[in-house]
C-alpha cells in the first residue's frame, strides 16, 4: 500500500511555470514508478507523465511533451513536475499516480494504481 501526498499547485499567469512535488510512503522500499495525471472539468483524466523507480526512465503524455519535466529523489521517495510554458488549457486537478511494479509505463498499463488527492493548477490568460 502506497500513501500518496501532492503540493506546490496554485494560480499562475500564461507562459508561467509552477513545480508540483508528491511524497510517497507506506512501503519499505522506494522500487516503485510514480507518474502526474491530470483532469479539468468535464474532461476525462489524462496522462502527463511518469518515472521509474531509478529515475533514470521517463515517460510523457503528449500534453507535457516539450513544456514539463518530471524527476525524482529516491532517498526522499519524491516525485516532481516542472511545468513550464503553461497555458490556460493546463488548469486540471493534478493528481500523483503509484505502480506496483518499477517500469514507467506502467503508470499507463497498469489495472489500478495508487493516487493522491489532487492539487490544483489554474493558468490565466
Known amino acids: 500500500q502506497v500513501q500518496l501526498v501532492e503540493s506546490g499547485g496554485g494560480l499562475v499567469q500564461a507562459g508561467g511555470s509552477l513545480r508540483l512535488s508528491c511524497v510517497g510512503s507506506?512501503?519499505?522500499?522506494?522500487?516503485?514508478?510514480m507518474g502526474w495525471f491530470r483532469q479539468a472539468p468535464g474532461k476525462e483524466r489524462e496522462f502527463v507523465a511518469a518515472?521509474?523507480?531509478?529515475?533514470?526512465?521517463?515517460y510523457y503524455g503528449d500534453c507535457a511533451k516539450g513544456r514539463f519535466t518530471i524527476s525524482r529523489d529516491y532517498a526522499k521517495n519524491m516525485v516532481y513536475l516542472q511545468m513550464n510554458s503553461l497555458k490556460p488549457e493546463d488548469t486540471a486537478v493534478y493528481s500523483c499516480?503509484?505502480?506496483?511494479?518499477?517500469?514507467?509505463?506502467?503508470?499507463?498499463?497498469?489495472?489500478?494504481?495508487?493516487w493522491g488527492q489532487g492539487t490544483q493548477v489554474t493558468v490565466s490568460s
Open positions: 499516480a503509484a505502480a506496483d511494479g518499477g517500469q514507467a509505463t506502467e503508470i499507463v498499463t497498469a489495472e489500478s494504481l495508487y
Open positions: 518515472i521509474n523507480w531509478s529515475g533514470h526512465s521517463t
Open positions: 507506506g512501503r519499505t522500499d522506494n522500487n516503485y514508478a
